[in-house]
T-cell receptor, first 114, second 113 residues
Framework: QQKVQQSPESLIVPEGGMASLNCTSS?????YFWWYRQHSGKSPKMLM?????GEKEEGRFTVHLNKASLHTSLHIRDSQPSDSALYLC??????????????FGIGTLLSVKP | EAAVTQSPRSKVAVTGGKVTLSCHQT?????MYWYRQDTGHGLRLIHY???????EKGDIPDGYKASRPSQENFSLILELASLSQTAVYFC????????????FGPGTRLLVL
């Protein structure tokens, strides 16, 4: 079973709308969360990271984290067609002998329709 | 911006053949990683390294070897390529393990026939 689960698998939103993506870890060792964005045919690029409970905003993007439930969400307001991409959530933590590696979810495919 | 390059960008290999994928970074990062990406599985870590001449197994190391001859270079070796190794392979680098942004290369699309 995936240690990092994302929902929904895919999402269609109208241009100018709000996109909300979710991510949960099943591993209590996790203490860092990352959101990467991957446009079609390109490599992943880090979008936002969050380590503390609460909210972090950067422009049109807002990330929430609830460490008690190991749940993070990414919200994109005023969505643009250029936001269409695969959004990957990743988590890292002290996995004992496995160290502090990043574990990626399968991703949410966002499509913003003009 | 941090720079990671990969070669080749695409390759067709025959089953049972040897394949070497190369990665070069100019970020002066200690950590380098090899991932594969498949539909339905996301990004999975194959091998990583935190210092030259040393490599560590990731989550799916079977069928792969890695080599880190210098801080800048990290190779992934498929000694006996198999059909199941058809995938897109990404190299990445970072300053720290799991606590720092990873910078990805452009990827190598490998097709094993």
């Amino acid at each position: 079973q995936q240690k990092v689960q994302q929902s929904p698998e895919s999402l269609i939103v109208p241009e100018g709308g709000m996109a909300s993506l979710n991510c949960t870890s099943s591993d209590r060792n996790v203490d860092y969360f990352w959101w990467y964005r991957q446009h079609s045919g390109k490599s992943p690029k880090m979008l936002m990271s969050i380590f503390s409970n609460g909210e972090k905003e950067e422009g049109r993007f807002t990330v929430h984290l609830n460490k008690a439930s190991l749940h993070t969400s990414l919200h994109i307001r005023d969505s643009q067609p250029s936001d269409s991409a695969l959004y990957l959530c990743a988590a890292s933590g002290n996995y004992g002998s496995s160290g502090n590696k990043l574990i990626f979810g399968i991703g949410t495919l966002l499509s913003v329709k003009p | 911006e941090a720079a990671v390059t990969q070669s080749p960008r695409s390759k067709v290999a025959v089953t049972g053949g040897k394949v070497t994928l190369s990665c070069h970074q100019t970020n002066n990062h200690d950590y380098m990683y090899w991932y594969r990406q498949d539909t339905g599985h996301g990004l999975r870590l194959i091998h990583y390294s935190y210092v030259a001449d040393s490599t560590e197994k990731g989550d799916i190391p079977d069928g792969y070897k890695a080599s880190r001859p210098s801080q800048e270079n990290f190779s992934l070796i498929l000694e006996l390529a198999s059909l199941s190794q058809t995938a897109v392979y990404f190299c990445a680098s970072s300053d720290a393990l799991g606590q720092d942004t990873q910078y990805f290369g452009p990827g190598t699309r490998l097709l094993v026939l």
